[in-house]
């Protein structure tokens, strides 16, 4: 008997529609498939002649698994799922039908996770047509609490209780009202997006301060305090004093693609867009870093400033999309995935995000001048998506290395956010 459960989903959620082989990519290439157990167990005892070969040399146990939710993977050669067949569709679920498919694929691109028993429900931008559904619409992004029936092959969610415990690690009590600030600041088209990120950071490092000097009842004081510098335009001497400097950022970009972008995992699609990048601003390895940050700035006011200066809805929503998806600032209490971090930290991996994908944008800009838009802020996001936000241990090497190279304090952060 299948059972009704309440929703919570950004209003874009209800338009989204899978476009299958007229995808310009695929959801099976350029990451990796984990099997839950019991979806392991029932292809073993599958004996279909062309698929049983496939799942014997296709599907290996997962020995560092901690879950059965991770307890096998699918062994990806050249970059590809071997169950991808030649018209870009799936094989397992042409020959076994959709039921068959693991909780993984059959949830791919939808983003899901538990708060106060309510499921949440967003998209992973890794779809290129949930990254249009997401991105491009220049309304604020607003969300519906819905009622429908439960899929019982979606579960283990990450998972939050607001019920705030003597001993827990952050002020969960305060989840929603921190939410509710954070996505009104997000959204807050007073000021320009950078500047509204660096508030965030502000926020986010004051509020992790509360954390560590157990003083977590002045949380609702701290927001308030906010929302009405905000009114007062009482950031503006702060945000004003941010420099300008593209050679730390380019710095920033190159080192941070080092240990990805030539990996074999990453899709051809993220590939094309570095290295349309690094064309667009003439950025080789013999090339100094005064001269490629003069050709970024050059990129940055010629082509980026004016297409975006137009278009800041589209950082706002992933931004607003991505506090929503990953439970932005204090992460699940339990998850098969996460691991705990700060709210600090939180924040300086948004904001790593935010600076890669803007610097990316920029020398795109200076390679397609005229003819930059929106299929290629589509493809960016999409492919940078696949390659960054779906590889937990790349991202904990950039926080790490920002935290070791004290790179990641609010005055550095500004100014990457600002670049």
Not at 37 to 57: A, F, M, R
Not at 307 to 317: A, G, P, S, W
Not at 386 to 406: D, G, T
Request: glycine share 4%; with cysteine.
């Amino acid at each position: 008997m299948r059972r009704s459960i309440k929703l919570l989903q950004p209003r874009y959620f209800a338009d989204f529609r899978c476009i299958g082989s007229d995808c310009e990519d695929t959801c099976c290439a350029g990451m990796g498939v984990v099997i839950d157990k019991e979806t392991y167990g029932k292809y073993q005892e599958c004996s279909h002649p062309d698929l049983k070969p496939i799942i014997d040399t296709g599907i290996a146990v997962n020995p560092e698994s901690t879950s059965d939710a991770t307890y096998a993977q699918v062994v990806v050669k050249d970059g590809h799922c071997p169950f991808l067949t030649d018209e870009r569709l799936c094989a397992i679920q042409q020959i076994l039908g959709e039921r068959a498919l693991s909780r993984t694929c059959a949830m791919f691109p939808r983003a899901m996770s538990t708060v106060n028993g309510v499921v949440e429900r967003s998209l992973y931008l890794s779809c290129p047509e949930a990254a249009r559904v997401v991105l491009l619409n220049p309304e604020p992004m607003q969300f519906d609490q819905i009622t429908e029936d439960q899929d019982e092959r979606f579960t283990d969610f990450p998972i939050l209780n607001s019920d705030d415990f003597a001993d827990a690690p952050k002020p969960y009590r305060y989840f929603w009202e921190v939410r509710a600030f954070i996505v009104s600041l997000l959204q807050n088209r007073e000021y320009r997006v950078w500047e509204r990120l660096i508030v965030l950071g502000l926020f986010c490092d004051q509020l992790n301060q509360h954390i560590i000097d157990q003083t977590t009842d002045g949380v609702p004081d701290l927001m308030q305090s906010y929302t009405d510098l905000l009114a007062l335009r009482g950031f503006d001497e702060t945000l004003a004093g941010v420099g300008v400097h593209p050679a730390v950022q380019l710095n920033f970009l190159a080192q941070s693609m080092e240990h990805r972008i030539f990996s074999d995992s990453v899709s051809t699609r993220f590939v094309d867009c570095y290295y349309e990048c690094m064309e667009g601003i003439g950025y080789t390895p013999d090339t100094s870093i005064d001269d490629g940050a003069a050709r970024y700035a050059a990129a940055y006011e010629q082509y980026y400033k004016p297409f975006m200066d137009q278009r800041e809805h589209i950082f706002e929503n992933y931004l607003v999309n991505y506090v929503f998806k990953l439970l932005f600032p204090f992460g699940p209490q339990k998850s098969v995935y996460y691991e705990e971090k700060s709210v600090y930290s939180e924040f300086v991996l948004m904001a790593a995000h935010f600076a890669m994908l803007r610097s990316l944008l920029v020398g795109m800009s200076g390679y397609y001048q005229s003819s930059f838009g929106e299929p290629q802020i589509v493809k960016l996001f999409q492919s940078f998506a696949k390659a960054i936000e779906h590889n937990p241990p790349y991202l904990k090497r950039i926080l790490k290395s920002l935290e070791e190279n004290e790179m990641s304090d609010m005055a550095v952060m500004a100014v990457f956010i600002k670049n």
